[in-house]
């Protein structure tokens, strides 16, 4: 192949890695000022998120067009193909990780201007703290292609997990003791679902690198703590 060819092929996955590094860029922030928003009660940061949601959506737009004319034009095989589908998978992710943090701007506008005790959120902070943290990571990861540092997130999941569990409990106790706090806890709940979802796509993405970095699947089962869908009725 021609080296100018191989050189413009570079160049075209190159602009790949930076449109998924701008994406993760946006979902980032949409997530922060998300949960600053909640904290704070702050409706107009809320909105900016909300706003904020479509140029998530361009940019993965153009990265599954792009990818898409790369294909046509260049027929990769091999890594090459690993690199280009998992731009897309990874946009895929980032994506509904925008949405997700959307969707929690619009239940902080529905719950800003009710006033309860600033413990009760305390809960659901720290679970975006740690969800953030993944998000970080994974987005590293991808930039380096460093499969190492994939498979650290993806053996972090059930963290997220397991403090959604807590704050499932949490919440439910607030609700219990007045119930005053019933219409707010739900929303919370919501809001610490869509967090841990979150959590889900870090993984995804995860596995996304250590495919394209290997050409294997990651090996044994995502890590899972999420037992409020479980019910218990005392009978094995």
């Known amino acids: 192949m021609p080296e100018h060819i191989v050189t413009s092929f570079d160049a075209e996955l190159e602009l790949l890695r930076s449109k998924i590094a701008e994406m993760g860029g946006v979902a980032e922030k949409m997530l922060d000022d998300s949960t600053r928003a909640l904290v704070r009660r702050d409706s107009a940061l809320a909105r900016q998120v909300i706003e904020a949601d479509s140029r998530l959506d361009n940019l993965q737009r153009e990265v599954e067009e792009n990818a898409v004319a790369t294909i046509a034009r260049r027929q990769p095989v091999a890594v090459d193909l690993r690199d280009i589908v998992s731009a897309i998978r990874v946009a895929g992710d980032v994506e509904r990780i925008g949405d997700l943090a959307k969707n929690t701007s619009k239940r902080v506008l529905a719950i800003s201007s009710e006033a309860h005790p600033a413990k009760i959120v305390v809960g659901v902070q720290h679970m975006s703290d740690l969800v953030q943290a993944q998000l970080k990571d994974v987005l590293d990861a991808y930039a380096e292609r460093n499969e190492q540092k994939a498979l650290d997130v993806w053996s972090r999941d059930d963290r997220i997990d397991a403090l959604y569990n807590s704050v499932f ?48 699947a990651v090996a044994g089962e995502r890590p899972k703590g999420d037992t409020t869908s479980f019910t218990t009725t005392g009978e094995i």
Not at 196 to 208: F, L, M, S, V, Y
């Open 169 to 216: 409990r949490e919440l439910l106790t607030y609700m219990m003791e007045d119930t005053r706090n019933i219409t707010y806890c739900t929303h919370l709940l919501f809001l610490a679902k869509n967090i841990e979802r979150i959590g889900d796509h870090t993984t995804n993405i995860a596995e996304t690198i250590y495919y394209v970095t290997t050409g294997e």
